[in-house]
């Protein structure tokens, strides 16, 4: 069983940056992961995904201003977010899968592991 705990969110300004930091109770290596986000009153979204390998997976409007990252070691997956907007403001998750395909199609209901999530707020 995986566990997921993200830190690293807050209030920001349109234009800051923030990097929001996710610790997973396993082997990195072992799994596709990703961050999603949900604004109030929307669906779920994906925003970036890493797979075993480190190939990385960008929403388009987030590529460009986004980075997602691991650290195989400290078993934390990291996504540094810049030029931050008004509609980036969401609950931001970390989600684990076991299957390669989750990486690329970038469902959610591919992944079966997910952390608590972690607020943004841009005004």
């Known amino acids: 069983h995986v566990q997921l705990v993200e830190s690293g969110g807050g209030s920001v300004q349109s234009g800051e940056s923030l990097r929001l930091s996710c610790i997973v109770s396993g082997d990195l290596s072992r799994y596709c992961l990703a961050w999603f986000r949900q604004a109030p009153g929307e669906k779920r979204e994906g925003v970036a995904a890493?797979?075993?390998?480190?190939?990385?997976f960008y929403a388009d409007s987030m590529k460009g201003r986004f980075t997602i990252a691991k650290d195989n070691a400290m078993n934390t997956l990291t996504l540094q977010m810049n030029s931050l907007k008004l509609e980036d403001t969401a609950m931001y998750y970390c989600a684990a899968a076991t299957t390669v395909v989750a990486c690329v199609t970038g469902n959610e209901r591919d992944f079966a592991y997910w952390g608590q999530g972690t607020q943004v707020t841009v005004s």
């Open positions: 890493m797979d075993s390998e480190g190939e990385t």
